[in-house]
């Protein structure tokens, strides 16, 4: 499993994004801080939430790359960012510069994942 640290994700600016909250949504994900997913319940106190469908902890990595019930998600949106013969999301493409190249639209996944509105 491929671990991510912000070292291994390279720097770049989301000038891409005009709209602020976009730029602030990706901010969030690279560094795997979510308010409403992956962050509240710490706040709040309440038990960590799990996924619906594999019931595992949610994390940005799991619904970005694991989840298999997103699968055809992924490959709708995020084509651009799995390894070359294999059809494996990798989370330091999902949220690097690929992100920012045409065909790869993360918020459109997001969205019609429904998370768009719980981050």
């Given at each position: 499993?491929?671990?991510?640290?912000?070292?291994?994700?390279?720097?770049?600016?989301y000038?891409?994004?005009?709209?602020?909250?976009?730029?602030?949504?990706?901010?969030?994900?690279?560094?795997?801080?979510?308010?409403?997913?992956?962050?509240?319940?710490?706040?709040?106190?309440?038990?960590?939430?799990?996924?619906?469908?594999?019931?595992?902890?949610?994390?940005?990595?799991?619904?970005?790359?694991?989840?298999?019930?997103?699968?055809?998600?992924?490959?709708?949106?995020?084509?651009?960012?799995?390894?070359?013969?294999?059809?494996?999301?990798?989370?330091?493409k999902?949220?690097?510069a690929?992100?920012?190249?045409?065909?790869?639209?993360?918020?459109?996944?997001?969205?019609?994942?429904?998370?768009?509105?719980?981050?």
């Amino acid at each position: 499993m491929e671990e991510v640290t912000t070292s291994t994700l390279p720097q770049w600016t989301y000038t891409h994004f005009r709209d602020r909250r976009a730029q602030t949504l990706l901010a969030r994900l690279r560094i795997g801080h979510t308010y409403l997913i992956t962050q509240r319940y710490l706040l709040t106190r309440d038990p960590q939430p799990y996924c619906d469908d594999c019931l595992v902890p949610l994390t940005v990595r799991h619904f970005l790359v694991e989840c298999p019930s997103l699968i055809e998600l992924r490959h709708r949106y995020l084509y651009r960012s799995h390894g070359r013969d294999s059809g494996i999301h990798y989370i330091s493409k999902v949220l690097g510069a690929e992100c920012l190249a045409q065909g790869h639209d993360i918020l459109r996944f997001l969205e019609e994942a429904g998370l768009l509105p719980k981050l």
